[in-house]
């Protein structure tokens, strides 16, 4: 993965000139006033973990596992979302880590944690890099590092493998550091997918999947990923945890919901026995118009609630149907108009349900657009990263956001971050799109652009900060599938109120006493 940027950097393209006058015209976009750092370049702070402790961790893991070189420090330095790629274009690489660990088993991972909880090293757990809630920038800086003896990346790359298919009972169980891509074609030796399918998708790993609480593009058909979680490992400071031995249980509250989603922050997934679906004979994507957003949900809405539901189902608002970023290769040149749905089928008999699904959605003012949107869509479904690089690289700052609330509220959630947004940013581009949906209601995903100012880093930081504050005051979560890293650490602790909080600090204090697993995310 590029370091300062997403992907392959053979992959990255520059902005045709058209997307340039348009971006310049609209918003005001000038290209930076310097160019972006050399990977040579990047400041790092001086190791601080002492050698001693080095050597320590070399005898857990090998002496060629612990890798304290600059490349591999600035590689393993926060993650991808834009103001980690600001700051690390320009240089700063001030929450690198003193060294990369790459342990190979779980009793390695188990004995890494006892070690550096007894001597005060901070560990950072490392999947795929691909955080945009500031979940691998740990310890507060400079200040927040004095208090341990040094920060370790504990990469997961080498548990890379698939122990076992049960398709019985279809259940595969995984090594967490297996990246997406590898997970499917490991399970197409069977027959079988995942259907996991999350814009992270090409680098991102099972392991991160469960402890970010994902949710992928088909989730509608497949579902989160937490709902394919039906067993997992973790290693923690103060011992390892088994969970989940039946499909459900009434043994108790579900310890897994506590283990998903918690970023690291309570120990290393070091297995994942995951629910699996036979590969499917079939893939069909297609493209609806509907008027407006509100007629659009509507139709989402009643697919959610009466069905048949598509394994996909998307719904760009005016502005983002409008400038084309359902494809990536078509931006600027101008949408159908109107908002733009895709739908997307997949399984065994594909056809019936689609059949069914486009009387629901024609019934409701849709008009058909065949499948020439829907496969533009399939084929750019991933390169929205590369696009927000190229936007950056232009002078443009580009972030996304998302957030998740009942249908009866939605509208008001809409309008509460677009307004934010507005007052913080002044004249931005806002976009949006329905990316999950549920019976009860839908996650909104919202894309901003704007013109970078002279400090671009701060000039999102407010503007973050007033989403975030206008998502809790209109009553939707303050993520619905990014976690939340340190960037939702204080509006979180408002969602979850202090009786909340209370709850994460005892099991924090409970498997992390010495508080070095991730510190700094998560826990309010």
């Given amino acids: 993965m590029l370091w300062s940027g997403w992907g392959d950097p053979a992959r990255a393209r520059e902005l045709p000139e058209q997307v340039?006058?348009?971006?310049?015209?609209?918003?005001?976009?000038r290209a930076p006033a310097t160019p972006a750092a050399a990977l040579g370049e990047v400041r790092l702070p001086p190791v601080a973990l002492p050698a001693s402790l080095q050597a320590v961790l070399a005898g857990v893991v090998g002496e060629a596992h612990v890798l304290t070189g600059h490349e591999d420090r600035v590689r393993h330095t926060r993650g991808k979302s834009t103001p980690d790629l600001l700051r690390m274009r320009a240089g700063d690489g001030s929450y690198a880590p003193d060294a990369v660990v790459l342990p190979g088993s779980h009793d390695e991972v188990a004995e890494l944690l006892r070690l550096c909880?007894?001597?005060r090293v901070a560990v950072v757990p490392f999947g795929g890099g691909t955080s945009v809630v500031g979940g691998l920038a740990p310890a507060g800086g400079a200040h927040g590092?004095?208090?341990?003896?040094?920060?370790?990346a504990l990469d997961l790359r080498r548990l890379d493998r698939l122990r076992s298919v049960d398709t019985e009972s279809m259940i595969a169980e995984f090594e967490p550091g297996v990246r997406a891509p590898d997970a499917e074609r490991l399970l197409a030796a069977h027959g079988l997918t995942l259907g996991h399918f999350p814009q992270s998708f090409e680098y991102a790993t099972l392991g991160g999947f469960a402890a970010a609480r994902s949710s992928g593009q088909a989730s509608a058909g497949y579902g989160r990923f937490d709902d394919m979680v039906a067993g997992l490992t973790l290693a923690t400071p103060a011992g390892d945890l088994e969970l989940g031995r039946a499909p459900k249980s009434a043994a108790?509250?579900?310890?897994?919901?506590?283990?998903l989603g918690s970023e690291g922050a309570f120990g290393?997934?070091?297995?994942?026995?995951?629910?699996?679906?036979?590969?499917?004979?079939?893939?069909?994507?297609?493209g609806w118009r509907f008027p407006t957003?509100?007629?659009?949900?509507?139709a989402a809405r009643a697919l959610a609630q009466e069905g048949p539901l598509p394994t996909v189902l998307r719904l760009s608002d005016e502005t983002e149907t409008m400038i084309g970023l359902a494809d990536p290769g078509a931006i600027g040149s101008g949408g159908p108009g109107g908002c733009l749905m895709i739908t997307g089928y997949e399984g065994a008999r594909v056809e019936p349900r689609r059949t069914e699904a486009s009387a629901v959605l024609a019934r409701l003012g849709g008009e058909p657009l065949g499948e020439a949107p829907g496969q533009a869509w399939e084929h750019g479904r991933f390169s929205a990263p590369y696009l927000r690089d190229s936007l950056l690289a232009a002078g443009a700052t580009v972030e996304t956001l998302e957030t998740a609330g009942f249908w009866a509220n939605l509208p008001r959630l809409y309008d509460a971050v677009r307004l934010a947004l507005l007052g913080a940013l002044g004249s931005p581009?806002?976009?949006c799109h329905i990316s999950h949906v549920y019976e009860t209601g839908a996650c909104l995903y919202f894309t901003v652009v704007v013109a970078q100012d002279g400090e671009p880093v701060a000039q999102?930081?407010?503007?973050?900060?007033a989403v975030n504050a206008a998502v809790v005051e209109a009553g939707g979560t303050i993520t619905h599938h990014h976690g939340v890293g340190r960037d939702h650490l204080e509006a979180y602790g408002r969602e979850i109120g202090p009786v909340g909080v209370g709850i994460l600090r005892a099991v924090k204090a409970s498997v992390d006493p010495e508080g070095v697993l991730n510190p700094g995310v998560l826990i309010p």
């Fill in 20 to 29: 340039r006058k348009l971006l310049h015209d609209l918003l005001g976009v």
């Fill in 117 to 119: 909880s007894r001597e």
């Fill in 145 to 152: 590092r004095a208090r341990f003896a040094g920060v370790v």
């Fill in 252 to 259: 108790g509250p579900d310890l897994r919901q506590l283990v």
């Fill in 268 to 286: 290393v997934i070091t297995a994942l026995r995951l629910r699996v679906r036979r590969a499917p004979a079939e893939r069909r994507y297609e």
């Fill in 293 to 298: 957003f509100a007629a659009g949900s509507a």
């Fill in 429 to 431: 581009l806002v976009l």
């Fill in 460 to 465: 999102w930081e407010r503007a973050k900060e």
